[in-house]
């Protein structure tokens, strides 16, 4: 079971340059999520989609952009690569969530803007 | 507005010393409260939620409404429970998870 996949693992980018982050789940759910992790700062959303063709802002969704064409993929892109987005990116989805329902998480993106 | 607050950054203990790490949160609805964990070099994954009234790896946690918190214990620490812990709440709305800032628990032999 492959789960929630992200790629990369790990990019270094310069200030100004663009990049997408990948993300892919195989477990057929709707609700789908990316969050950044900053040491102290705990975990901050920034976009989640509730399925195909529909996203919407999170806690700080400035300087990302998401789209969702299909139920699997979330990519999360970033246009002009700023210092302040040197972080470690987490994809995550969910059935829904509600009840009983859990996250399940990918493994991260660490990325650094220099 | 729904907001969870863990107090403590860093919370280190002894192997064998009872554990409790805080969580409190604010929502004005009647709210679902999780606890995610992420041991080194792992991905965060669910340690138990509210609603199931479990206890996954000798840790527990109560939903106290009145005083709106859902704090994590275990009465006896081990190494292995070493780890990034995260308080969650999801409103009745649904849709989004909100995390505290996370607490690093080191045990320590």
């Known amino acids: 079971n492959a789960g929630v996949t992200q790629t990369p693992k790990f990019r270094i980018l310069k200030i100004g340059q663009s990049m997408t982050l990948q993300c892919a789940q195989d477990?057929?759910?709707?609700?789908m999520y990316w969050y950044r992790q900053d040491p102290g700062m705990g975990l901050k959303l920034i976009y989640y989609s509730v399925g195909a063709g529909i996203t919407d802002k999170g806690e700080v969704p400035n300087g990302y952009n998401v789209s969702r064409s299909t139920t699997e993929d979330f990519p999360l892109r970033l246009e002009l690569a700023a210092p302040s987005q040197t972080s470690v990116y987490f994809c995550?989805?969910?059935?829904?969530?509600?009840?009983?329902?859990?996250?399940?998480f990918g493994s991260g993106t660490q990325l650094s803007v220099l | 507005a729904q907001r969870v607050t863990q107090p403590e950054k860093l919370l280190s203990v002894f192997k064998g010393a009872p554990v409790e790490l805080k969580c409190n949160y604010s929502y004005s609805g009647s709210p679902e409260l999780f606890w995610y964990v992420q041991y080194s070099r792992q991905r965060l994954q669910l340690l138990l939620r509210?609603?199931s009234r479990e206890s996954i790896k000798g840790f527990t946690a109560d939903l106290n409404k009145g005083e709106t918190s859902f704090h994590l214990k275990k009465p006896f620490a081990q190494e292995e429970d070493s780890a990034m812990y995260y308080c969650a709440l999801a409103g009745t709305s649904g849709s989004r998870l909100t995390f505290g800032e996370g607490t690093q628990l080191t045990v320590n032999p």
């Open positions: 995550a989805s969910a059935g829904r969530v509600q009840t009983n329902e859990k996250l399940f």
């Open positions: 509210h609603i």
């Open positions: 477990m057929n759910h709707n609700y």
